[in-house]
């Protein structure tokens, strides 16, 4: 992205985790900066799926490059998931809301529709820069123009298409097309499960090996209390103890992240 502050040496030998840690502490830009520079290649690599749906690739770029700031600033480096994992359902969440609002449906003057642009991109550095929502003043300021030309353009950004949501896009070549209902900006459903699993790992790197086996066995092979007690030569109340013992801990650990 361009117009990004530029931090200081050290700052920049730091490890992700460290500038994770810090940002959180400090919530200094200068900080996220580094981290957006660092993870531009998320946004390029989602933004180029988009490639060829009907907006350009620069706008897309950017909107793509907002949904990894907004990423960023909420996510806990506590809860010990990876930053990817993480920023992705964000990322393309924002970019299929663009798809959703955006598309003229009446012929807008060249003049209105580059306005239009250039707003976006404003929008998207003003929020880096601020930490906040640019408003319709600051954006007039930052492009030379009047409230009412920035008012004139957002407005006239408004006459959309009303097309058909089962409306194929084509898919560069693959067998499967993009229907336009794919590209709705809803909730992602698979988020949840993201943060679930990522949770799920985290929390089972933590436990020993005897009951890793009975956590394992018991939620995700079904096996009984009665067979993992034969195969660990121990009795049954033993691991129903244990069984007893890891979910308490399961509990604990769940509380630090809601």
């Known amino acids: 992205m361009k117009n990004v502050a530029k931090a200081t040496n050290a700052d920049e030998l730091l490890t992700d985790k460290e500038l994770f840690y810090l940002y959180k502490k400090t919530k200094d830009v200068k900080i996220r900066n580094i981290l957006v520079e660092r993870y531009m290649y998320i946004v390029d690599i989602l933004s180029k799926k988009f490639i060829n749906k009907g907006i350009e690739y620069e706008d897309i770029y950017q909107v793509a490059s ?32 663009y798809f959703r609002d955006k598309g003229w449906a009446v012929r807008v003057p060249r003049r209105i529709q580059e306005l239009s642009k250039k707003i976006n991109k404003a929008k998207v550095e003003l929020q880096q820069k601020n930490q906040k929502p640019p408003k319709v003043k600051d954006i007039a300021k930052y492009l030379g123009c009047s409230q009412e030309e920035v008012l004139e353009a957002m407005e006239a950004s408004y006459g959309y298409k009303t ?40 929390f089972i790197n933590k436990l020993n090996e005897i009951e890793v086996k009975i ?10 209390q009665s067979d993992i007690a034969k195969e660990l030569g121990v009795s049954q109340m ?5 069984e007893r013992k890891i979910i308490f801990k399961l509990k604990k650990e769940y509380e630090k992240v809601i």
Do not use: C, H, Q, W
Request: charged share 35%; aromatic share 12%; proline share 1%.
């Open 66 to 97: 907002v949904g990894l700031i907004y990423a960023i600033d909420r996510f806990d480096i506590d809860k010990g998931y990876e930053f990817s994992s993480f920023a992705t359902p964000t990322i393309v969440g924002e970019i299929k809301k």
């Open 163 to 202: 097309i058909s949501l089962d409306l194929n896009y084509d898919n560069n070549g693959d067998d499967k097309d993009i229907r336009l209902m794919d590209l709705m900006g809803n909730e992602d459903k698979n988020f949840k499960e993201i943060e679930d699993k990522d949770f799920i790992n985290v």
């Open 215 to 224: 956590i394992k066995d018991r939620f995700f092979n079904d096996k009984t």
């Open 238 to 242: 033993t691991v129903s103890r244990l």
